[in-house]
């Protein structure tokens, strides 16, 4: 990046350069190498790279919302496309067990709807997550995706599907 013209104001320690580093522990120490140097910093934004569908509209909305709820963090989720309490797993008899049996004959409409981390785009107060050293409170609030905008890529298949979503969203504003 350095070589075409990108402005490098730190460099990772070596232990945060490597395929297994883990984001919080990245996002401190740039936090705390800004502040260092003097920086002046209210609120951090991690977006992520592997996520190919992120909106600028979405991460504006995302700090509007940190702001407007005086919340410690806000970040994009989106619905799971199945209820989670319909979810099975595989015994040690290699058997389907139900996570929530007593869920067996609910109507899947009348299950709460549950929502996971979309991996796109986490805002925080500095000073919050100088503290608690992640994301993930009690106090954060949600920006809420569609499921066909959210693409985590970390595998082939992930790319391949990508892909295609990518396909169709064009396909979409040519209409």
């Known amino acids: 990046a350095k070589d075409f013209g990108a402005n490098i104001p730190f460099i990772r320690a070596v232990e945060l350069a490597d395929d297994f ?13 800004l502040i260092k140097d003097g920086e002046k910093i ?13 909106k600028a509209e979405d991460i504006i909305k995302g700090y509007n919302l940190l702001r ?8 994009s ?3 799971y496309p199945f209820s989670i ?16 049996p007593e869920y067996r004959e609910t109507r899947s409409q009348d299950l ?21 050293k992640q994301f993930y409170s009690k106090d954060a609030v949600p920006v809420i995706l569609p499921r066909y905008q959210v693409q985590d890529i970390d595998t082939l298949e992930d ?3 990508a892909e295609k979503m990518y396909s169709v969203l064009q396909m979409d504003k040519i209409k």
Not at 68 to 75: G, L, T
Not at 112 to 132: C, I, R, S
């Open 21 to 33: 580093a883990g984001t919080d522990a990245v996002i401190l120490h740039a936090l705390k190498w």
């Open 42 to 54: 209210d609120y951090i934004c991690c977006i992520y790279a592997t996520a190919p569908f992120v």
């Open 68 to 75: 407007e709820k005086n919340a410690e963090s806000c970040f």
């Open 77 to 79: 989720v989106t619905t």
């Open 85 to 100: 309490f319909r979810s099975l797993k595989i015994n040690s008899q290699n058997r389907l067990e139900m996570f929530w």
């Open 112 to 132: 709460l709807a549950a929502y996971h981390d979309a991996g796109q785009f986490y805002w925080a107060d500095a000073k919050n997550y100088l503290k608690e």
């Open 159 to 161: 790319w391949e599907t």
